[in-house]
């Protein structure tokens, strides 16, 4: 029989924390390191012009990929020009006639900042706050405050494919925060601190060729948790992990069978914010052009009340 996967709790006790770091009431986390002197020093790094909205889009003819137990945005259309065939259709002085649609949708089911309270175990959420604060809408934690303050800095790309020798990684593929140094190395980029850390894999490549059996044994490939990883992500004081995967990880670790430990152990414990399912395709295949994988990079999610998470669609200027 295998050994069951350790609890959150035993398994993070010696992990490092930033509660409390910014105050009792920071709703934040790490995008304090990120402030006027971090804008400032990013704006400086916008030489070409070149603008790149990574959202991956919403309502795809060829599908969304979405956690396995959430559904991709389901957008309805409401008034067309056939609204206006009808005898009964609104009438505007002047004979106005419009589009509207609205979507239902996961707030985690696109291109998304997930807030910091989004995850969560042993009753605690980000900066010590009670998991009883998260029922029926997060009073804390939410993604509100990230969409009130926005997120600005300097990003470096990270290609893990490119730098691999792959079109994508594989499922379940492992990688660490030294690989990320030699991925660095070898695009000839240097990574600092308070950067804001963009990875890609390409994997969701694979859902479009793939179709349904994409989700069969469902395991993302990944950052891989580690005691050192941990350490390494706060000493650099990243404020933002993004990435091209749906949950930014390997999905279950495969030396510990946990499942999301970077969720906890970067997002809940050091306040580190994760945006996922970004389309890095059109940036990365400029960056391997030019060589510049140090990028400006600005994103606020919507401001959604008590969401656990936002819809996003960051922009990174060369
Ligand atoms: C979960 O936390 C389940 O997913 P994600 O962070 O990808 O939204």
Redesign the pocket.
């Known amino acids: 029989m295998t050994n069951p996967a350790p609890d959150l709790t035993d398994l993070l006790k010696d992990s490092p924390s930033n509660w409390g770091k910014w105050g009792p009431d920071d709703e934040v986390g790490s995008l304090n390191y990120l402030g006027p002197e971090q804008v400032i020093a990013a704006a400086g790094l916008i030489r070409s012009g070149k603008v790149f909205p990574i959202q991956r889009l919403i309502g795809d003819p060829k599908g969304d990929p979405v956690?396995p137990s959430r559904k991709p945005a389901v957008r309805t259309q409401l008034l067309d020009e056939s609204t206006w065939d009808s005898d009964d259709a609104p009438a505007f002085p002047g004979g106005l006639h419009y589009a509207d649609d609205k979507i239902e949708a996961f707030l985690?089911g696109s291109t998304?900042y997930?807030a910091l309270g989004?995850?969560w175990y042993g009753g605690k959420l980000w900066n010590g706050y009670d998991a009883r604060t998260t029922v029926g809408g997060m009073d804390k934690a939410s993604v509100r405050p990230i969409a009130d303050r926005g997120v600005v800095g300097r990003a470096v790309l990270l290609d893990m494919a490119r730098f691999l020798g792959k079109d994508y990684l594989e499922s379940a593929e492992t990688y660490t925060h030294d690989d990320l140094l030699a991925c660095a190395a070898k695009q000839g980029v240097e990574l600092r601190k308070r950067d804001i850390i963009i990875i890609r894999t390409n994997y969701l490549a694979l859902f479009h060729k793939l179709g349904d059996a994409f989700y069969e044994d469902f395991c993302e490939p990944g950052l891989q948790y580690s005691p050192e990883l941990v350490q390494w992500f706060a000493d650099m004081e990243i404020p933002n992990l993004v990435t091209d995967t749906?949950?930014?990880e390997v999905t279950t670790d495969p030396d510990t069978g946990v499942a999301?430990t970077l969720?906890n152990a970067l997002m809940r414990n050091l306040g580190i914010a994760?945006t996922?399912i970004v389309d890095l395709e059109a940036l990365a295949a400029d960056c391997a052009e030019d060589g510049v994988y140090e990028v400006f990079y600005a994103a606020a999610p919507l401001k959604v009340d008590r969401g656990s998470?936002s819809p996003v669609n960051p922009i990174v200027i060369k």
């Open positions: 956690w985690q998304q997930d989004h995850v749906i949950a930014n999301l969720h994760f996922e998470g």
